[in-house]
């Protein structure tokens, strides 16, 4: 999901009114990214300071099959 931060600027990570990619920690808190990606986080914030801007859907996996003819099939 994405959230636009309203809080104070306490961190030189968090700027107010920029939007950011949220993952829920739990039931208060929220890794926070720049980027569409949990493992690319900087950081654990509390969800209060953030109000919440879209749903976004998560990224489905692809399942590539080459056959013995060398076509590539989508999955």
Known sequence: ????????AYSANLVP???YYLFE???D????SRFNNKKAHFGCY??????INEETR??????????????????
């Open 1 to 8: 999901m994405k959230g636009k931060y309203l809080g104070k």
């Open 17 to 19: 009114g920029m939007s």
């Open 25 to 27: 920690n739990g039931k």
């Open 29 to 32: 808190y929220f890794y926070v």
């Open 46 to 51: 509390e969800k209060t300071p953030f109000e």
């Open 58 to 75: 998560e990224k489905s996996e692809v399942t590539f099959i080459v056959s013995s003819s060398g076509q590539i099939s989508f999955f």
